[in-house]
Structure formats: structure tokens, C-alpha cells
């Protein structure tokens, strides 16, 4: 592939720059996160057992 620089110059690109950004297993997108338990409300008792809301105790 040929490319010219800020002077006009022609520059020719190597094979592995161009293929990489034409390939989809390059940039495929990540898997989202899969939380094992449910967030925990402010106003939610404690999962610590204390009797207090989670905002006062451990949150």
C-alpha cells in the first residue's frame, strides 16, 4: 500500500500494519462481566448481619 508523509513522499506500508487493522479477531469486543451475586442496596440490611443498613455499617 502507498502512503505519502507530510512532504509528499511516498512510503509503501508493510503487509502485517494493514492486515492486522482488516482482521475482526483483532478487535473483537470483550465478554461483559457476569457478577455472581446481586449489588447490594444502600438501604438494604447489612450482609453482615448487624441489623443496621448497609449505608451505616460495612457500605
Not at 22 to 39: E, F, G, L, T
Amino acid at each position: 500500500m502507498m502512503n505519502k508523509d507530510s512532504q509528499g513522499n511516498a512510503n509503501q506500508s508493510s503487509a502485517d500494519e494493514t492486515s492486522c487493522y482488516s482482521k475482526s479477531s483483532c478487535c473483537a469486543p470483550a465478554a461483559p462481566i457476569v457478577h455472581a451475586q446481586p449489588k447490594i442496596g444502600r438501604n438494604d440490611p447489612c450482609p453482615c448481619k448487624s441489623g443496621r443498613k448497609f449505608k451505616k455499617c460495612c457500605g
